[in-house]
């Protein structure tokens, strides 16, 4: 007699995880503009899923110049728009927050370099 062992293998596959991972880093995505800004900015948010969001901008010297939004955000489009304040030409930084997930950009102001 002879006898034989079934060996089987198992394949998986990590596609489907990479798509996820693509998909969570595009949860939220912030434009801004005009960027170089003058006297105003806008901004549009748009997120996949609803939760509490922060949008803030800081200066370079990492001072908080306003808090823009902070609240419970629908999924979808949002714009929200800011006066600069007088005298602030320099860069300026937006930070948006929403869950573990953090949008950074850069504002320039329109004569700076």
């Known amino acids: 007699m002879t006898g034989s062992a079934e060996i089987q293998t198992t394949a998986t596959s990590t596609t489907s995880s990479i798509m996820e991972a693509k998909e969570a880093s595009n949860i939220v995505t912030v434009t801004a503009f005009p960027n170089p800004f003058t006297d105003n900015i806008n901004f549009q948010v748009e997120t996949k899923q609803s939760g509490q969001g922060v949008l803030e901008v800081y ?22 728009s800011m006066t600069v304040p007088a005298g602030q030409t320099s860069v300026l930084l937006y930070v948006f927050t929403m869950g573990n997930q953090r949008i950074t950009g850069k504002l320039l102001h329109q004569g700076s370099r």
């Open 59 to 80: 200066n370079m010297t990492g001072q908080k110049v306003k808090t823009i939004f902070s609240g419970y955000m629908n999924a979808g489009r949002q714009r929200f």
